[in-house]
């Protein structure tokens, strides 16, 4: 048997016009004028690879050199002993409907893992960190954040002290591990008026916010909406799971590189918005149920949050992390009845 193809000596990237001649269970590689470019070496000790639709196959020799056919089905004579796996791969790629199967086998994969397998793992892993691990992470996040976008908060010592005072029954109450304390900052553009709710139990409100409030319970409902995304460890698993939902794209595309592409970075976004608009239910229902604990109306917290989005538009509600206003107010005012994600 004679394969023609090319040779590759394995100390370049050139390649030679060679054959492959088979003689008496030895493979000797020929040049284009008959010369031996390698020995005579037993089939036994050659590699042979996969076939793959009809791609060139590799005969590899030891010491390096390999040799690139086109002859799919001589390759596969010589392999047929030792190549029964790969033998079975091409045929089950060569069936149509073996092909379909497999692709319903790896959305279903892809989706149960993002839909329920990433949420999971990284519950549970958001919970068995260690409390080093998420002060450190927040440390890190104020130094920059206190670097970028926040100032020192202009409120004056006195109504600072005063707030605190407000939101003590809350932040008492909550002191479990981590304890929860609150920060105020001065910030500007984009931020405004906002709450933030770091990993190790700091939450952050803003000097804007606290003037757009008009009296002190809407404040409490803010506090305990963001005391909720601390108390189901959201930062953390919002992290967890955006490197997880990365990981299961790299296995599927193969190449990580390909993740920033648009076909494949778009749906790894709208899967996060999705995940960061269920831990906002979360968290509504979790104020819920702490201002109702405390004899506090939910309708302060509808206030502040009605004023914070007052154009109350729906139709950005794909393409945002919260879900929108309306749909949260009208849960928070039914007693936040099927928040849970």
Excluded at 108 to 136: K, N, Y
Aim: glycine share 8%; with cysteine.
């Amino acid at each position: 048997m004679r394969l023609e193809g090319r040779f590759f000596d394995g100390a370049s990237s050139r390649s030679h016009r060679a054959s492959v001649l088979v003689e008496d269970g030895c493979a000797r590689v020929e040049g284009a004028s008959g010369d031996a470019l390698l020995p005579a070496v037993e089939l036994e000790r050659l590699e042979f690879s996969s076939r793959v639709g009809n791609t060139p196959r590799f005969l590899r020799f030891p010491g390096g050199g390999s040799f690139e056919t086109d002859d799919n089905d001589a390759v596969d004579r010589l392999s047929a002993p030792s190549s029964s796996v790969g033998g079975f791969a091409h045929r089950l790629e060569s069936k149509l409907r073996y092909v379909l199967i497999g692709l319903l086998v790896a959305v279903a994969f892809v989706w149960g893992s993002v839909q329920w397998g990433v949420p999971a793992l990284a519950r549970i892993a958001a919970f068995s960190l260690p409390a080093e691990v998420t002060g450190h992470a927040e440390r890190m996040a104020l130094e920059i954040m206190d670097r970028q976008l926040f100032e020192p908060s202009r409120l004056p010592q006195e109504e600072q002290a005063r707030l605190l005072a407000v939101f003590a029954p809350l932040t008492e109450d909550a002191a479990q591990d981590p304890p929860v304390r609150v920060l105020f900052r001065a910030a500007a553009g984009p931020l405004g008026a906002n709450a933030l709710a770091l990993p190790a139990g700091t939450v952050v409100l803003t000097d804007p916010l606290v003037q757009l409030a008009q009296h002190d319970e809407e404040l409490v409902g803010v506090l305990a909406h963001e005391i909720g995304h601390i108390r189901h460890r959201h930062a953390m698993r919002s992290s967890l799971q955006a490197s997880f939902v990365g990981l299961v794209a790299t296995l599927v595309v193969g190449d990580v590189s390909s993740v920033s592409s648009i076909v494949t970075a778009l749906p790894l976004i709208l899967t996060q918005l999705g995940y960061s608009r269920a831990f906002e239910r979360e968290a509504d229902q979790y104020a819920v149920e702490t201002l109702r604990r405390h004899g506090i109306g939910t309708q302060p917290f509808v206030d502040i949050l009605q004023r914070l989005d007052p154009s109350g538009d729906e139709k950005g509600a794909y393409l945002s992390t919260h879900p929108p206003t309306p749909e949260r107010v009208r849960r928070i005012l039914s007693g936040a009845k099927g928040l849970t994600p």
